[in-house]
């Protein structure tokens, strides 16, 4: 943390505003708190060593000062609330009294969350960073030089860009030697596989090794790993469908019979009401809830192309629109018609995007061991692409046609793998795009370079594969989350409308009259919750909150034609 002096420069100000909010807390914070703040790390020596390991940028004494800053200003809103709590005669404001031990806990605790955050993000590349790392080692690139590439891919790389600057930093500023260097970094890194490549790096750089072969080898670990960590990742969202199935399809199945018996027999609205609130507010709430915690245990790219959220975004104030508009239409289908309004266009950018995505991926590999083939028979790199630029490579083969086309104008290769890379929307596409760059940069695009990224290329390709395939199946269970809370419905008003025979002679006795605005509103609940609950299927089969823009739609669909032909499926008027 900067401290600020009264031998400050004329530009102070100018300094200052370059400050983030959180330096300008700090300095705050220090300046009333800074003396307390010394006393009280002195007492927590293992604090120095956690703020290392983060992405923290602060002294012990300065996360101190900040915490009794953050937890006096909780204690301004305790008071508050008390006071307001006194005169108001409400009794939960008092709750507020729990306020300043959590705030102090919580930031007392940030370096540890900050140590999750950099372990996760370092894991995520980890297995293209290695694969990076072999073939520049096998082109013969030093230590250092590859840092400095590395901290130059920002876009392909950030988590391992910035441990890069790290660690240049320490040898060009401080003037550590490289091996130190890595030491260092591998003392303070939080991601334990990282660490020990880097503590293995370094062992096989002092006794001359060869690195090469140790860097192969540890990306054949960590492609195993990365393996049996998909397996446990199944194995976890698995558990989260079903605890997910079990609140919103078995619980919501089981409050809305309640709450419409309720309801529907007492002529009342407390029922309806209750049930409202759970469809409403319980279900988007819990299934938020298990979007961050999926968020959490599945593995992340770097990169992803944000326009199906924006075109979500953009077409929600549409599906608002449409459902105020005074459309002659029952209730429910009104509802499914707004809901499907606002998932339609988002879901085909969706779709779209993540098919050619996958496209990329999928042909990737089979044109690099092709130009690899190329060039056993004596082919340069350019006169392999242009080769294969007549092949069928699927969604592929747009971009490789462009490639040879920009080859035969007498572009520079590396300049048109470098716009190839940056044209496509596939994080592993750009990834394998820039390694090609380096491949022909720094070994003249070998045989055994490109064989090697070959290789590679297509382990990763059937790790993402058998990622997609374990998780898809869990999307039909929650599918059927769905399609239950409407049948629901139907087969409750159905069966209290139906009059009741109690034997052969006796006279029927007559089953309830059921308001229609009572129905179309519960069919209305049922259709929301079924359009929140794709969204999760989406989170939980493809990864991405974007992918369930498709299931949404789909259960909206699904759940409007049932509402249409309710009358003939069940002979009941809905």
């Not at 009794?68 to 939960?92: D, N």
């Not at 007492?266 to 809830?289: C, E, K, M």
């Not at 104030?317 to 339609?344: E, V």
């Not at 199946?473 to 409407?486: E, K, R």
Request: glycine letters at 8%; a positive charge.
């Amino acid at each position: 943390m900067t401290q600020v002096t009264k031998y400050e420069t004329p530009n102070k100000q100018k300094r200052a505003s370059k400050l983030s909010l959180f330096d300008r807390m700090a300095s705050t914070a220090y300046k009333i708190f800074g003396t307390q703040g010394k006393k009280i790390a002195k007492s927590s020596p293992e604090m120095r060593e956690q703020i290392l390991k983060s992405n923290m940028r602060i002294t012990p004494e300065g996360l101190v000062s900040i915490a009794l800053f953050a937890t006096v200003l909780s204690v301004v809103g305790v008071v508050i609330c008390v006071v307001l709590g006194l005169y108001l005669g409400i009794i939960y404001l008092y709750l507020a009294a729990l306020a300043p031990p959590i705030v102090f806990v919580i930031v007392w605790n940030m370096p540890k969350a900050s140590q999750g955050s950099r372990a996760s993000a370092i894991d995520n590349e980890l297995p293209m960073l290695i694969g990076f790392l072999g073939v520049l080692s096998g082109g013969g690139v030093s230590p250092v030089s590859t840092l400095k590439r590395i901290s130059n891919m920002s876009k392909i790389f950030p988590a391992s860009a910035k441990e890069a600057k790290r660690i240049l930093i320490d040898i060009e500023v401080f003037g550590v030697d490289p091996i130190t260097a890595f030491e260092n970094a591998a003392k303070h890194m939080p991601n334990k596989p990282f660490a020990e490549f880097l503590y293995g790096y370094t062992t096989v750089l002092k006794v001359g090794g060869d690195v090469k072969n140790y860097v192969q080898n540890k990306l054949k670990e960590t492609l195993d790993g990365r393996s049996s960590k998909v397996r446990r990742i199944t194995d976890s969202v698995g558990t989260l469908a079903e605890a997910y199935l079990t609140v919103t399809a078995v619980m919501g199945i089981t409050l809305f019979s309640l709450f419409q018996l309720e309801g529907i027999v007492s002529h009342s609205n407390s029922g309806l009401t209750s049930l409202y609130t759970f469809s409403y507010l319980v279900v988007p709430a819990i299934s938020a809830l298990f979007i961050f915690i999926i968020d959490g245990t599945q593995p992340k790219q770097p990169y992803f192309n944000k326009r199906p959220y924006y075109v979500f975004m953009a077409c929600f104030p549409i599906g608002i629109a449409l459902f105020l508009l005074p459309i002659p239409l029952p209730l429910s289908l009104h509802a499914a018609l707004a809901l499907g309004s606002i998932n339609a266009i988002p879901m085909v950018v969706a779709f779209k995007q993540s098919r050619e995505s996958s496209g990329l991926e999928k042909a990737l590999p089979d044109f690099i061991r092709d130009v690899a083939e190329g060039r056993k028979i004596g082919l340069s790199p350019e006169g392999s692409i242009e080769q294969l630029a007549s092949k069928n490579y699927g969604r592929l083969s747009k971009s490789i046609k462009t490639m040879g086309s920009q080859i035969s104008w007498g572009l520079p290769i590396i300049k048109v793998i470098s716009t190839f890379a940056a044209s496509v929307d596939s994080w592993i596409t750009m990834a394998i795009g820039t390694l090609m760059v380096e491949v022909v940069d720094v070994g003249g695009g070998t045989v055994s370079s490109f064989s090697d990224m070959a290789d590679f290329t297509r382990k990763v390709n059937d790790l993402e594969s058998e990622k997609r395939s374990a998780l898809r199946s869990y999307v039909f269970v929650v599918y059927m989350a769905g399609i239950m809370l409407v049948l629901t419905t139907f087969m409750m008003v159905y069966f209290l409308s139906t009059p009741i025979n109690t034997g052969p002679n006796s006279v029927p006795t007559p089953g309830l009259t059921i308001d229609p605005a009572t129905v179309q509103g519960l069919l209305t609940a049922s259709i929301f919750d079924g359009w929140v609950i794709g969204l999760v299927a989406g989170k939980m089969g493809g990864g991405s909150v974007a992918d369930g823009f498709k299931h949404s739609f789909a259960l909206v669909a699904l759940s409007a034609l049932m509402v249409a032909f309710s009358g003939v499926i069940l002979g009941h008027s809905i």
